[in-house]
């Protein structure tokens, strides 16, 4: 009732249909689709155990997904086996016996690797909610505008970007292991939100300190509250390239975000006008329409960006995405 009153009916709906599938997307397991048809029920190599590619992999044992995720893979993928091979595979029942002996921790890990070789590594929390935010899990769209960033970089390369409502970092910690901007600013209001993502930063190897040697981005956080802060703090940022990912969940959300880049255009009027990148998942149209609505009326530009195909990471099922570019 309490998320209901606070953060809009269909980011609670959202929140539910995650509850229930959130334990298909860890994308560095999920990397066995490429070495088990999973959808024909098969092995490519039946007398292979892909636990070295999964559950097994070097970036899964030193970075633990879910105990909640390990232990639905196992059964999963031991009941695909079990459906074409006559023969147990001892390696999988013994990582499960393992799992399900597993204390779920309230922190896990989620790894993303990425085409150039390159991944990325979250912390996050295993609850949807915690801690008053659902700042401290990665959403769907966070997921589509890295995937459109990293087919996109020369809309970031050499630039600094300034991130809204960053949560878990992934989409930031993508571009800037892959885009080539020259400074990157992650943002958030809430304190556990800044927390893990000073975490998540450091644990993908970038710095927080200035070292002019150092080629990776410039990267800083700042605590931004969309309500509170003033043109002048806005303006301190320079920023070349706005983006947010899923940050439309209710009108609250809408109105205070249109407000803090109508602040950011009024501040930045004197240098080149930066474009944003909005990135959300259509859980409400009338919740789109109001943001496109409160654009017109402050005078800020828009158009849609053409749909990319969302090959690189694990989706939700008929989750439904847009990327709006915006001119400041």
Not at 224 to 245: E, G, M, N
Not at 294 to 314: C, N, R, S, T, Y
Request: glycine share 4%; with cysteine.
């Amino acid at each position: 009732e309490k998320l209901r009153d606070s953060s809009g009916p269909e980011l609670l709906l959202d929140i539910l249909q995650k509850v229930r599938i959130r334990i298909t997307r860890s994308n560095a397991l999920y990397s066995l689709e490429a070495r088990v048809s999973l959808k024909t029920g098969s092995f490519q190599q039946p007398t292979l155990c892909p636990l070295s590619q999964t559950v097994k992999h070097p970036l899964c044992v030193k970075h633990p997904p879910s105990v909640k995720y390990a232990r639905c893979f196992l059964s999963e993928l031991i009941r695909k086996h079990e459906a074409v091979h006559t023969e147990p595979l001892d390696e999988l029942y013994e990582a499960l016996a393992e799992v399900l002996m597993t204390t779920e921790p309230t922190q896990c890990h989620r790894s993303y690797l990425l085409p150039s070789g390159d991944s990325v590594t979250l912390s996050e929390s295993t609850a949807i909610i915690s801690h008053g935010t659902t700042g401290l899990v990665t959403w769907d769209a966070a997921l589509y505008l890295a995937e459109w960033a990293m087919q996109n970089p020369a809309a970031f390369a050499h630039r600094t970007v300034l991130e809204l409502g960053s949560g878990a970092g992934l989409t930031g910690l993508a571009i800037c292991k892959t885009c080539r901007p020259s400074a990157y600013i992650f943002s958030d209001c809430h304190s556990c939100v800044l927390e893990q993502l000073r975490g998540n930063i450091l644990l993908n190897g970038l710095s927080l300190e200035a070292d002019v040697t150092d080629p990776s981005p410039r990267v800083t956080v700042a605590q931004l509250d969309w309500d509170v802060v003033t043109a002048p703090q806005l303006a301190a940022f320079q920023p070349d390239v706005v983006i947010a990912a899923d940050v439309l969940y209710c009108p609250e959300t809408v109105l205070s975000l249109v407000r803090v880049l109508q602040r950011l255009s009024a501040c930045l009027k004197n240098q080149q006008a930066p474009d944003a990148y909005i990135a959300f998942t259509v859980r409400n149209p009338e919740t789109c329409q109001l943001f496109t609505s409160e654009l017109g009326i402050a005078g800020i530009p828009w158009e849609a960006v053409p749909h990319h195909d969302q090959k690189l990471f694990p989706y939700e099922e008929h989750s439904e995405m847009a990327i709006l570019k915006l001119t400041l």
